[in-house]
């Protein structure tokens, strides 16, 4: 199979994240797509930066719109999810083998067994003793698949403390997908980083052929409580400016951006990234927010969009 053959009905594919992510790009793709810099369709050699990679659906929409794009770079600060994308790239076959026996012992349970089985498989990712690489992938790629609404949130220690999510038939092996994503991976040279962002500046070799898609943490909207933790510790405001410093950087090094963001407000109301990115192109989206912890917190939002070109 390859990203070519994918085709169902006379329709390409579209290329899916392989696992869940709040704050996920799969349903604002069509804007984001609209609001590209028009070098990407032109120019040959592009070099595409995801600071913040995230389940990437950005990513692979980027990979799978744009065969001109050859050389990438991925960060992300959670470990887990990065080593996953590696496994993916390199060992894709194994890790599926590994999913299916998972998946055909967990799904033969009823849903007593099923939420014990939960618990021991967390309680074996949080212990980390004794783990290769593709049994951790496996594992997160399971408590993802089952956790309550696929969220990935940390306690103080850094263990997964997600409770189980019950769902009647979840899909723990999604051959087609975790194919898809290594097809994909495989067509470009890709880095792989896990830590800083700010540490992408380093792997930017011709600014006129770069394009950097920031999606950073988002700052709370006013009186919402910031319920994702993706690792230890908040992104506060001071990070965000430092994320406006950074954007600064890539802007005089001749590096053009895009970054997504909430549509967050000052105490008297005005936009919180309209002033912080006042020397920037800056307008409203509208976006469907499919993961929330309450239900109320569902439905479409406006959004951030902030640009460095027109």
């Known amino acids: 199979m390859t990203l070519k053959k994918q085709v169902t ?3 390409v594919l579209k290329i899916k994240p392989f696992v869940k992510w709040a704050g996920g790009k ?28 995230g389940g990437g659906a950005m990513l692979f929409h980027m990979l799978q719109r744009f065969p001109n794009i050859s050389n990438v770079v991925i960060n992300d600060i959670n470990e887990e999810l990065i080593s996953c994308y590696r496994i993916i790239k390199d060992n894709p076959k194994d890790l599926i083998s590994h999913l299916k026996e998972i998946q055909v012992g967990f799904l033969s349970e009823d849903q007593k067994v099923r939420k014990e089985l939960f618990y021991a498989y967390r ?7 004794n783990l290769t690489a ?6 997160f790629i399971f ?3 089952t956790c309550f609404n696929g969220l990935y949130r940390v306690n103080g220690k850094g263990d997964f403390n997600v409770p189980y999510g019950r769902y009647a038939n979840p899909t723990i092996c999604d051959e087609i997908t975790i194919m898809s994503a290594f097809e994909a991976l495989n067509r470009v040279n890709i880095i ?16 006129a052929n770069t394009f950097v898609y920031l999606d950073p943490p988002y700052r709370p909207l006013l009186g919402e409580h910031n319920f994702q933790s993706y690792a230890k510790g908040p992104f506060s405001d001071q990070q965000q400016e430092e ?3 950074f954007c600064d950087e890539l802007s005089d090094l001749g590096v053009r951006w895009m970054q997504s963001n909430s549509d967050s407000k000052n105490e008297d109301g005005s936009s919180y990234f309209a002033d912080l990115y006042e020397n920037y192109d800056f307008q409203l989206i509208y976006a469907p927010r499919a993961i929330n912890a309450f239900g109320e917190g569902r439905g479409k939002i406006t959004e951030s969009l902030i640009r460095n070109y027109n």
Request: glycine share 4%; aromatic share 10%; proline share 6%.
């Open 26 to 53: 799969g349903r604002l793709l069509e804007q984001l797509n609209a609001n590209l810099p028009q070098f990407i369709n032109t120019t040959p050699d592009i070099c595409y930066i995801e600071p913040f990679v």
């Open 9 to 11: 009905n006379n329709k």
């Open 192 to 207: 792989f980083k896990n830590g800083d962002y700010k540490a992408v500046i380093d792997d930017i070799n011709n600014p």
């Open 243 to 245: 994320l406006r410093d």
């Open 143 to 145: 408590l993802n698949r």
């Open 134 to 139: 593709l049994r951790r992938c496996a594992l």
């Open 123 to 129: 309680d074996e990712f949080n212990d980390k003793k």
